[in-house]
DNA sequence: AGCACGCCGACT
DNA sequence: GTCGGCGTGCTC
């Protein structure tokens, strides 16, 4: 045991995450004050470089000071108990290790930007400062400027100077001292608070109460305002609910004087306080609802899931549509929550929205916190801490929920375990939330549940081999029939002339049909916009981004066209910019399109479109999906969104587009996917009581994979891929490491690519690296881009191999021939 | 990733 | 000379 006073003698140093991409940890030094409070995992505030303040992670605490150079201090403790557990901070390195990012990177993804502090560099003018002759004119103008306000940063100052670097001018200030630079640090989270008012305790007592009811006779608006303070608060009965009071909000409402409030303030008789609320208690009014009771082959399964608990960490439950997997789930998560420990129910954003939360909240009520993107960052911030004060015992949430500062998970489940959208693109780190659930539930000693009707290839696989334990629901709930799917030849409907626009007759008199029974159609078609492309009728020439090699979409709504790669959009020109024929025709179907052509055909339906454009705030989500849900709509036309997560009642026939751009897409999962897809927006039809009908429309009815979808046979499925994925060594074979290689120059980026490539294969083998290849879009936001596709086997020494290729990809950033390059490594992409 | 710092050419 | 552009290297 150390003596006190030889503690004291002792620096504190900590090593921090900051949030940026740059590798490493850095050092400081922490004052006196916070070496007894500061912990792992507590935030600090600390300069980084010349200007910049930022917030930063602490990592490690140690007492070896650094040897080549001078630490700096940190400016700030933010907490005193880890807001970041130890634990998480070992699933960062992991992460970052694994794909192959900086833990900076990590840390700034995991953190939701309300924990962040922002620091804006202010400047403002030196009031001591008597010495105007110093000054060039620019320079006085500045001055003058900023006496007109408290104080500006930096961006502000460099708008008014009208120059790109104030810099130069703000440096001269300072060494003339006419100005002072300060910073400031402020929490960006700010907690709700509520105003409330109640009686004072005085007035609890009811004689009390009656002589001031008697005073008030000649107030008659101060009476009005007690009385009705009395109809919310029964004061008498219960003072307990006199002390938590009224929202001011609520008298507000009720029209009652403002002002005699406030009299009734300042004579004592009413009081002013203020809560700090959750942002989720204000739905709280939820009505308790009971577990659900599981009908017998809800039973079987969730006994089958105990049981492969038993043995099994990770469990594959593969239940098909509307085999009413919520209410296995539901009772799993009551069962680990009353056994004290944390669950966490991921999925993917699109299917976060809807139904599944309101049922959830019902049976959990505020245990439950829900992570989402769409949900404002005070609103995730309040999550976070509700998971590290022990309030959230229960997080439903997309994707990023895996970062949540759990201590002692049960229980991760992931539902429609198959989804893309587990997978981070950009920016890094590339993770995938099932996988890293996985790895945290491992750490944590938890159990895994993946859910699917159409599990990803990779997991079926590793349930087929024992990796995982697997259980199936055979049985749609209710004993609803799975829809009867019927394939339209487009290319023989073609021949024989009975094709309208997109669609064929087959199809029209089935949606009228639907139409006179009052039954609700959706169509899907993966493409939103009016049209993928525009082509002049006399030069052919097609219309395309400048920024990027695509061609441009021609939305409708707003008359222009875009750009889906880099968001570049133009009005839509009236010439075609080649020859400058007038003749300009728009090519192919967006959904918007398919609206328009719908709405002249069967001009008396009420028609709505569910895609990106159409759904870009929470609100209009909502909204639509409660018009489509009340039955304010006949046709809904859509994207994927359509067929993800949403259950419509009246929905009795589905129409498919396209789905053989799906089944050919150039992926090694094209086939995986595009049985997914169909599957999922097939399953749209028909929920309760009658069999819905699915119509696809292909060029080729005769594809393996279509039957496949129409017998729902995803064990077909699954073979036919699996043994294409052994022949070609794909994964859950091998373990692709993908790496596009960036620059402004084709040639450059195609050498650097080459080089790149070359000097992978010389340690790796010529086998394992495939490449350089051109993407199907080879220029994005005017950068070509080169593909380089590794492939390593799973016997192999993952650690090193990664190790090796973040080498030479860092040797390719800094490499002198290939200035401007940039390099994105994607770790299991795809 | 930013961003300061330094070097270099253009212009008052 | 001063101003702005661009390339380079560092951030505890």
Known sequence: MQSLEFQEEITVFADVIIPVAIPNLYTYRVPREYATSICVGARVIVQFGKTKVVTAVVAKLHNKPPEKYQAKY??????????????????????????????????????????????????????????????????????????????????ELARFAEVKNVYHIIKSLIQKKAVIVFEEVREKYSPKILKKVRLTSFYEDESYLKILLGELEKKPQQLDVLLHYLRYVPVLRSPELNNKGLEKSALTKAEVSDSAIKTLVKNGILEQFEVVVSRFEEDLDFVEAPTPTLSSSQEKAFSEIMNSFQEKDTTLLHGITGSGKTEVYIKLIEQVLESGSQVLYLLPEIALTTQIVVRLRKVFGDKMGIYHSRFSDNERVEVWKGVVSGKFSFVIG????????????????????????????????????RDVAVVIAHRQKAKVLLGSATPSIESFYNAQTNRYGFVEMT?????????????????????????????????????????????????????????????????????SCNNCDVSLTYHYNGQELRCHYCGHHEPMPRTCQACG???LRTRGYGTE??????????PSAKIARMDLDTTRTKTAFQTLINEVESGGVDMLVGTQMVAKGLDFEKVSLVCVFDADRMIHFPDFRSAERAFQLLTQVAGRAGRRGTQGKVLIQTNNPSQKILKQIIENDYVGLYKDEIKEREDFQYPPFTRLIQITVKHIDQPIAEKAAEELANKLAEKLSKQRVLGPEKPLVERIRNQFLFEVMI??????????????IAEEVMNLRLSKDFKG???VVDVDCG
């Open 74 to 155: 940190v400016l700030e403790l933010l907490d005193d108990a880890p807001l970041v557990t130890p634990q998480q901070i070992d699933l960062f390195h992991w992460i970052s290790e694994y794909y192959m990012c900086t833990v900076g990177e990590v840390l700034n993804v995991a953190l939701p930007s309300g924990l962040k502090i922002s620091s804006l560099s202010k400047v403002q003018f030196n009031p001591e400062f008597s010495y105007p002759d110093l000054l060039t004119e620019r320079e006085r103008e500045i001055i003058e400027e900023l006496k007109k306000h408290q104080s500006l940063n930096y961006d």
């Open 398 to 433: 997309v994707r990023s929920a895996v970062f949540l500062p759990f201590d002692n998970l049960g229980l991760i489940i992931v539902d429609e375990e198959h989804e893309t959208s587990y997978k981070q693109f950009d920016p890094a780190p590339r993770y995938h939330a």
């Open 475 to 543: 049985e749609r709930f209710g004993s609803t029939q799975l829809p009867d799917i019927e394939l339209i030849d487009v290319k023989v409907a073609r021949k024989q002339k009975m094709v309208k626009g997109d669609f064929s007759d087959l199809m029209l008199d089935r949606v009228r049909l639907n139409l006179e029974k009052k039954e609700q159609t959706i169509f899907f078609q993966n493409r939103r916009g009016y049209s993928p492309y525009i082509q002049c009728e006399d030069c052919d020439t097609i219309a």
């Open 581 to 583: 024929s007038v003749k």
């Open 593 to 602: 399109k398919i609206e328009e052509e719908l709405q002249i055909l069967f």
């Open 791 to 804: 492939k390593l086997e799973k016997t192999l020494n993952l650690k090193a191999a990664k190790a090796f």
């Open 821 to 823: 390059i940039s390099v």
